[in-house]
């Protein structure tokens, strides 16, 4: 029999009622064997996230404000769960647990997990799974990089020894014993590294849409579904801002080529997106998908003779790296190079960015453009098809866009468009029609 690990996100196990959908939808499939759960989300618009509140609560005791009333939000959404699903998971003896650690210190990364942890352990018992705290063998070093192939073989080993169980994503170890989180959003890596360490067929990850869209709905009015998109495509659009699933979490299944699926909890028969190694363009499909953000910032240098200069993009790098920026693209010319940068990076920097720019590399000018947006159009089919940015351009020349900046990957299927950040959704809605309606 072959094994599928499915990860559930917050919002399929925000109360009793998604949670008993989601053992439904495990008890549907027998080959469903591992699990990873994500902390309870949002059960209705204005509640908070378990996370949120964990993050507020060591918010409150690093400020040593009273931390009670959040504590006990905490711990009742959790007795809740406990009582309506009918079982014991020694929540009580949890919680007693996790207020002594509080009072004694307990590091931000430790009070976050607990999400996942609570979670995992009511999940566990109500499936009738094994618990599997993912502290033992979700492996950080000692500088908190995450490592892949311990954690792998280690994982192997520990999960071989059950054959059906829960386990908490977002979280690891330290080698010194502490807890150490993912990014938000990082039990779909846990969820990958899961899979990639039992051989599973597929990695299910459930959420509460119906898989990836061609564009943003709150921009295109019902967007079409994509049902199948390669790991690379993927890339390129969480990167850019499509946030279905966890951007690093497609590296440790498609080391191991296994295919991921998207989901919804609530729509379980919807085949949802299948995300594989190799791209599979159907029906003549040019464009996969349309992504993008927001308020980002140009530094454009003009530099006489530029390309004669050794060393001098390097240079310019140099000074970003000393003010810790990164960089999202570099469009370059003869003797021109422009610098795109997520505005938040230069938050009470840029002044001094630009004035060490112009001592220290000799600029003859140095420009600024804030409030810039950055669209991506992506897809295999765009590879070797002639007339693709013919089409995209004149779709924003209809439109009446500027486009201010066109950088397109060495991968050939995508092409980034910079705009006025006030162009943003109208040249989203241009792109999209002119390549899927």
Same mark, same amino acid.
């Given at each position: 029999?072959?094994?599928?690990?499915?990860?559930?996100?917050?919002?399929?196990?925000?109360?009793?009622?998604?949670?008993?959908?989601?053992?439904?939808?495990?008890?549907?499939?027998?080959?469903?064997?591992?699990?990873?759960?994500?902390?309870?989300?949002?059960?209705?618009?204005?509640?908070?996230?378990?996370?949120?509140?964990?993050?507020?609560?060591?918010?409150?005791?690093?400020?040593?404000?009273?931390?009670?009333?959040?504590?006990?939000?905490?711990?009742?959404?959790?007795?809740?769960?406990?009582?309506?699903? %009918?079982?014991?998971?020694?929540?009580?003896?949890?919680?007693?647990?996790?207020?002594?650690?509080?009072?004694?210190?307990?590091?931000?990364?430790?009070?976050?997990?607990?999400?996942?942890?609570?979670?995992?352990?009511?999940?566990?018992?109500?499936?009738?799974?094994?618990?599997?705290?993912?502290?033992?063998?979700?492996?950080?070093?000692?500088?908190?990089?995450?490592?892949?192939?311990?954690?792998?073989?280690?994982?192997? =080993?520990?999960?071989?020894?059950?054959?059906?169980?829960?386990?908490?994503?977002?979280?690891?170890?330290?080698?010194?014993?502490?807890?150490?989180?993912?990014?938000?959003?990082?039990?779909?890596?846990?969820?990958?590294? !899961?899979?990639?360490?039992?051989?599973?067929? !597929?990695?299910?990850?459930?959420?509460?849409?119906?898989?990836?869209? #061609?564009?943003?709905?709150?921009?295109?009015?019902?967007?079409?579904?994509?049902?199948?998109?390669?790991?690379?495509?993927?890339?390129?659009?969480?990167?850019?801002?499509?946030?279905?699933?966890?951007?690093?979490?497609?590296?440790?299944?498609?080391?191991?080529?296994?295919?991921?699926?998207?989901?919804?909890?609530?729509?379980?028969?919807?085949?949802?997106? #299948?995300?594989?190694?190799?791209?599979?363009?159907?029906?003549?499909?040019?464009?996969?998908?349309?992504?993008?953000?927001?308020?980002?910032?140009?530094?454009?240098?003009?530099?006489?003779?530029?390309?004669?200069?050794? %060393?001098?993009?390097?240079?310019?790098?140099?000074?970003?790296?000393?003010?810790?920026?990164?960089?999202?693209?570099?469009?370059?010319?003869?003797?021109?190079?422009?610098?795109?940068?997520?505005?938040?990076?230069?938050?009470?920097?840029?002044?001094?960015?630009?004035?060490?720019?112009?001592?220290?590399?000799?600029?003859?000018?140095?420009? =600024?453009?804030?409030?810039?947006?950055?669209?991506?159009?992506?897809?295999?089919?765009?590879?070797?098809?002639?007339?693709?940015?013919?089409?995209?351009?004149?779709?924003?020349?209809?439109?009446?866009?500027?486009?201010?900046?066109?950088?397109?990957?060495?991968?050939?299927?995508?092409?980034? =468009?910079?705009?006025?950040?006030?162009?943003?959704?109208?040249?989203?809605?241009?792109?999209?029609?002119?390549?899927?309606?």
């Amino acid at each position: 029999m072959s094994i599928k690990t499915a990860k559930f996100g917050g919002t399929s196990l925000a109360n009793a009622e998604q949670i008993r959908k989601t053992k439904q939808i495990i008890d549907a499939d027998p080959e469903r064997r591992y699990i990873v759960v994500s902390a309870p989300g949002k059960r209705f618009e204005s509640d908070s996230k378990v996370t949120d509140l964990l993050y507020l609560l060591h918010s409150h005791i690093e400020q040593n404000a009273p931390y009670g009333q959040i504590l006990d939000l905490i711990k009742n959404r959790f007795l809740v769960l406990e009582e309506e699903l %009918g079982v014991d998971a020694g929540m009580d003896k949890e919680f007693r647990a996790f207020e002594e650690k509080l009072e004694t210190g307990a590091t931000v990364d430790y009070i976050a997990s607990r999400g996942e942890y609570f979670n995992a352990k009511i999940i566990a018992e109500f499936l009738g799974y094994k618990f599997v705290d993912a502290a033992n063998f979700v492996l950080f070093g000692d500088k908190g990089r995450f490592l892949m192939e311990e954690t792998n073989n280690a994982l192997k =080993v520990a999960l071989k020894k059950f054959k059906r169980a829960v386990v908490p994503g977002f979280y690891g170890t330290l080698p010194n014993g502490e807890i150490k989180t993912f990014s938000r959003g990082g039990s779909d890596i846990t969820g990958s590294i !899961v899979a990639r360490a039992v051989g599973a067929s !597929v990695y299910e990850n459930w959420t509460d849409v119906s898989g990836f869209l #061609m564009a943003d709905p709150r921009i295109v009015d019902c967007p079409k579904a994509i049902d199948t998109i390669s790991y690379k495509e993927l890339r390129e659009l969480s990167y850019m801002g499509a946030s279905v699933l966890h951007e690093n979490a497609i590296y440790p299944v498609r080391l191991a080529g296994i295919p991921i699926n998207i989901r919804n909890t609530n729509s379980p028969d919807d085949p949802g997106t #299948m995300i594989t190694a190799e791209e599979q363009i159907r029906d003549g499909r040019i464009v996969t998908g349309i992504a993008g953000n927001k308020d980002f910032t140009v530094i454009a240098i003009y530099k006489n003779m530029m390309s004669t200069e050794i %060393g001098y993009i390097k240079r310019v790098l140099n000074i970003l790296d000393d003010y810790d920026v990164s960089i999202e693209h570099i469009p370059s010319g003869v003797d021109t190079i422009s610098l795109v940068i997520a505005s938040r990076y230069l938050d009470g920097k840029l002044d001094d960015i630009v004035e060490d720019i112009e001592k220290k590399t000799r600029a003859d000018s140095v420009e =600024v453009y804030e409030g810039m947006a950055l669209i991506a159009t992506v897809g295999a089919g765009m590879a070797m098809r002639p007339g693709v940015s013919a089409t995209l351009f004149k779709a924003l020349y209809d439109a009446k866009i500027n486009i201010r900046m066109i950088d397109q990957g060495s991968s050939e299927m995508n092409i980034i =468009v910079g705009v006025e950040g006030s162009d943003f959704e109208r040249a989203i809605k241009a792109i999209y029609d002119a390549f899927i309606l």
